[in-house]
């Protein structure tokens, strides 16, 4: 009897050896892709360590500046986690038949209505303006008109919206045309208002948002992960997440640090305006149930607005990662 418990014993260790060499490690490689702009700001701390050796996953970090090279990357494999705006997180889940999963909530609202000279006091008094904002197809454009529909303006007829390509072309406007308004993302307001000095900000958008739909965040940006990428590697990814948290941390509590790195890798031109505008760039991180639940809401929101907005249908729960 001695002998044969002796044997049990000796095949449960083993068993549980085998076990615990079958655990997925909880480093690898991994290619990230970053937008210019604010959802990419949070990952130029992360980045720098990664460059200096003191990450423990291996990091390839690849900066671009449009959408499309984003989906082309995620579609061909190229991308194993990318920083995106939220409501094309959505859009990539229903192109890749739910082949993504949103990681957690980045960037928080980071929109201004911006005026020279023009008083406005209410959303309503922008009838009859003409207004200039970057996003057209994206999250600007959406939440624009949400808050103007909100607020009894109808954004097809009620006044003049003219988009631009993107935020760096928002600058020379007032040099045409100075009575325009001016919807900005960060960091291109923080970067008008150092220039003209009777600019201000007549309404943040986050908080126009909240009064139309009762939601407290306006959450804007994300990071994201291929599914094959998640399922072969999920220690791996836990392990980004953690020393993503601690690349925005760093961010939200060192501004003039994190903005040398955003001019060192192109995510904003000019390290002055980086340093001066991060405050503003609503840095967060929001995962788990938390994240599922705000990022939900938002979506559901922007669906019932426009459904293309989010891809034509909202994403099922497994879009959401919980800890998996």
Not at 68 to 79: R, T
Not at 205 to 212: C, D, N, R, Y
Request: glycine fraction near 8%; proline fraction near 4%; charge should be negative.
């Amino acid at each position: 009897m001695k002998k044969l418990f002796s044997l049990i014993l000796i095949a449960v260790m083993m068993l549980s050896f085998a076990a615990c060499g079958a655990k997925q490690p909880q480093t690898g490689e991994m290619n990230v892709y970053v937008l210019s702009g604010p959802t990419g700001i949070g990952a130029v701390n992360i980045w720098a360590k990664a460059e200096a050796g003191e990450t423990q996953n291996t990091y390839n970090f690849n900066l671009v500046a449009a959408n499309d090279e984003i989906v082309a990357a995620i579609s061909k494999g190229e991308a194993d986690i990318a920083a995106v705006a939220t409501n094309l997180a959505s859009t990539l889940y229903a192109k890749t038949e739910g082949n993504v999963t949103v990681l957690a909530v980045n960037t928080l609202g980071v929109l201004s209505i911006l005026t020279n000279g023009t008083e406005l006091n209410s959303i309503a008094d922008l009838k009859g303006k003409t207004l200039y904002s970057p996003g057209q197809g994206a999250n600007p454009e959406y939440i624009l008109r949400y808050v103007l529909e909100g607020n009894g303006v109808d954004p097809d007829k009620d006044l003049t919206v003219k988009f631009v390509a993107d935020g760096s072309e928002l600058p020379a406007v007032w040099a045409n045309d100075p009575t325009a308004v001016i919807m900005a993302p960060q960091p291109v307001a923080t970067s008008i208002l150092m220039k003209y000095t009777e600019a201000k900000t007549a309404f943040d958008m986050t908080e126009e948002w909240a009064k139309v739909s009762g939601a407290q965040n306006l959450m804007m940006g994300c990071v994201i992960v291929r599914n094959e990428y998640l399922e072969k590697n999920p220690g791996a990814v836990k392990t980004f997440l953690k020393e993503y948290e601690e690349s925005i941390n760093a961010a939200k509590t060192d501004a003039a640090g994190t903005g040398t790195l955003c001019e060192k890798y192109g995510i904003i031109p000019k390290a002055a305006i980086a340093t001066k505008a991060i405050p503003a760039c609503g840095l967060t991180y929001v995962d788990g149930a938390d994240m599922k639940a705000g990022l939900s809401a938002y979506l559901d929101i922007m669906f019932k607005a426009n459904p293309k907005s989010v891809g034509g249908a909202l994403p099922a729960d497994g879009f959401y990662y919980v800890g998996k």
